[in-house]
């Protein structure tokens, strides 16, 4: 009787771990991407299986992936937004199953400095990974996408900034999904806040450089829990991983300006 407690148990706090969306599950790393690796062996069916919510690229760096609501969304270079099929490539994505731990409602915040001000002051994400969804109508939104990028692969930073469309939109209600992941993070993922956009109409979104927002709700899912699957790939087991220090800023950060 004890025995089949125990397992109950086991098995309640297995489901439930899962359920509750404390695992930040990722797919290799950021310095494998910088470094140009750009194929994944994963695809988006396994995305879908570790995750309702997150962002990430597709192989080739075909555009920014957003994942809303259990939907996976590629944002072209062009700006057109698909959703996609299960089996194309992944090489890297950060995602988990969202569940709120805590929502309020936002107003007039009206620029992406200010908004990262003021997530700092939830101070229980200060040393743990968080998510965050902010559902709202935006006065201003700006994004970028990259197109897919053609063998032999240049680092990443080369590929974005050579060839990365800005886009902007005005007046436009949406989702900003993201995660703020603490500086020890850095090493593997992109450390501080990231975020992707996807419009309530689909039709609009990418990897966010600037917002206003005028009004919406924010949600933060509190993580405990990092999964990383490293590339099962020849190209990463015998490549090379090094990049330059500050080529993360330039990729990642809005100081690319067009
Ligand atoms: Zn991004």
Redesign the pocket.
Same mark, same amino acid.
């Given at each position: 009787m004890k025995k089949i407690l125990v397992m109950v148990l086991l098995f309640s706090s297995l489901v439930f771990g899962i359920e509750s969306g404390e695992r930040l599950y990722q797919i290799s790393t950021i310095d494998a991407l910088l470094a140009g690796h750009y194929d994944g062996d994963k695809t988006v069916s396994h995305i879908k299986a570790n995750g309702n919510f997150g962002?990430?690229?597709f192989n080739g760096i075909d555009g =920014?992936m957003v994942v809303d609501d259990g939907i996976v969304y590629q944002v072209k270079s062009t700006g057109e937004v698909l959703r996609v099929k299960d089996d194309l490539g992944v090489p890297f994505a950060a995602v988990h199953f969202f569940k709120a731990d805590f929502s309020e409602k936002l107003k007039d915040i009206n620029s992406y400095k200010k908004l990262k001000a003021l997530l700092d002051t939830y101070e229980q994400c200060k040393n743990y990974p968080c998510g965050f969804k902010i559902e709202g109508d935006f006065n201003y939104i700006k994004t970028r996408s990259a197109p897919k990028a053609t063998k032999p692969y240049p680092p990443l930073v080369k590929h974005i900034v050579e060839t990365q469309n800005f886009f902007k939109a005005k007046n436009i209600k949406g989702t900003l999904i993201g995660y703020y992941l603490p500086k020890y993070f850095a090493k593997f993922n *992109?450390a501080g806040y !990231?975020? !992707?956009f996807i419009s309530e109409d689909k039709k609009f979104g990418g !990897? *966010?450089l600037e917002v206003d927002l005028n009004n919406g709700k924010i949600d933060l899912d509190k993580l405990y829990d990092l999964d990383i699957a490293l590339l099962k790939t020849k190209e990463f087991e015998k490549g090379t991983l090094k990049v330059g220090e500050d080529d993360l800023d330039k990729v =990642?950060k809005d100081i690319i300006k067009k």
């Open positions: 962002l990430g690229t =920014e *992109v !990231h975020f !992707h !990897h *966010v =990642e």
